[in-house]
T-cell receptor, first 109, second 114 residues
């Protein structure tokens, strides 16, 4: 089993839709979790951090379920500019991180 | 404040040639990383350096060597390039704590090995 697994998608949604991605992880000792956004052929950039049960930032909500070992990312009122690949990141221990393969989102007019 | 910089941005090599990818950060971070990303795949850790003077293997270290020259710089060397090393290489840095480990990435080096 991979340390971090994501649904690769692609998710194709219309503007204004609500979309959610899930990410499962295998290391129950992990304390912090991250969602990164990666635009085509660009470097990943931090979108959200999750240290406790969840985090909300505008249209984006990240939730953590430690019992089931998954984190989710919810995007409300999708915009065309949200089209990107979303990477789930789980640091199994301080100093190293494991990246999921990413979920591709395309928001269409 | 440039963040993380990488050189070169693009490189084409022939099989068997060697080269060094350079990375520098100006955020005073202790930890630095080298990843590769193949088309349609996630990032795989090649090597990392938790602090100046230390380096450790990641998931895919074969065919690579690294040098943590000082706190700012972390280079990746391909001694004898192979077509399987065609990829995008990202350098990253972070300050590591018990509850945070945000990594900041450079713009990447796109390497093609013929």
């Amino acid at each position: 089993r991979k340390e971090v697994e994501q649904d690769p998608g692609p998710f194709n949604v219309p503007e204004g839709a609500t979309v959610a991605f899930n990410c499962t992880y295998s290391n129950s000792a992990s304390q912090s979790f991250f969602w990164y956004r990666q635009d085509c052929r660009k470097e990943p950039k931090l979108l959200m951090s999750v240290y406790s049960s969840g985090n909300e930032d505008g249209r984006f909500t990240a939730q953590l379920n430690r019992a089931s070992q998954y984190i989710s990312l919810l995007i409300r009122d999708s915009k065309l500019s949200d089209s990107a690949t979303y990477l789930c990141v789980v640091p199994p221990n301080a100093g190293k991180s494991t990246f999921g393969d990413g979920t591709t989102l395309t928001v269409k007019p | 404040n440039a963040g993380v910089t990488q050189t070169p941005k693009f490189q084409v090599l022939k099989t068997g040639q060697s080269m060094t990818l350079q990375c520098a950060q100006d955020m005073n971070h202790n930890s630095m990383y080298w990843y590769r990303q193949d088309p349609g795949m996630g990032l795989r850790l090649i090597y990392y350096s938790a602090s100046e003077g230390t380096t450790d293997k990641g998931e895919v270290p074969n065919g690579y060597n690294v040098s943590r020259l000082n706190k700012r710089e972390f280079s990746l060397r391909l001694e004898s390039a192979a077509p399987s090393q065609t990829s995008v290489y990202f350098c990253a840095s972070s300050e590591v704590g018990l509850t945070y480990n945000e990594q900041f990435f450079g713009p990447g080096t796109r390497l093609t090995v013929l």
